[in-house]
């Protein structure tokens, strides 16, 4: 795994983030273009009003969900540069490797 693994998902993430909220304002817009479908009589009316508080509180959610994503794609970020930090200090921590033997250029031996 490499630290560039959670910066590809940190954009992921943001790139989601901007389709959710495409496609909820899509559907969002759709159910608006309804129109008046209810009706005008008593429970036409308390329809509409417990259909309304419905609506905003769905509305209030999803930007909630949607508000999210940034947070998330910022800690995916931390946790590249917590990666990159620990993994340099892992080969940092390697033992040194001594030069390679050599051979003696008369009998071919190790010197």
């Known amino acids: 795994m490499y630290g560039s693994t959670f910066t590809k998902a940190a954009g992921a993430l943001l790139a989601e983030r901007t389709e959710l909220a495409t496609d909820i304002r899509r559907i969002l817009d759709a159910i608006a273009?309804?129109?008046?479908?209810?009706?005008?009589?008593?429970?036409?009316?308390?329809?509409?009003?417990?259909?309304?508080?419905a609506l905003n509180k769905a509305e209030t959610y999803v930007e909630a969900l949607r508000d999210v994503y940034p947070a998330v794609a910022d800690r995916l970020d931390d946790m590249k540069t917590s990666f990159?930090?620990?993994?340099?200090?892992?080969?940092a921590s390697l033992p040194e490797v001594s030069?390679?033997?050599?051979l003696s250029p008369k009998d071919g031996k190790l010197t």
């Open 84 to 91: 990159d930090v620990a993994n340099w200090a892992t080969i």
């Open 33 to 53: 273009a309804l129109g008046d479908f209810a009706g005008t009589d008593g429970t036409a009316n308390t329809f509409r009003k417990s259909y309304s508080t």
């Open 99 to 102: 030069d390679p033997p050599k």
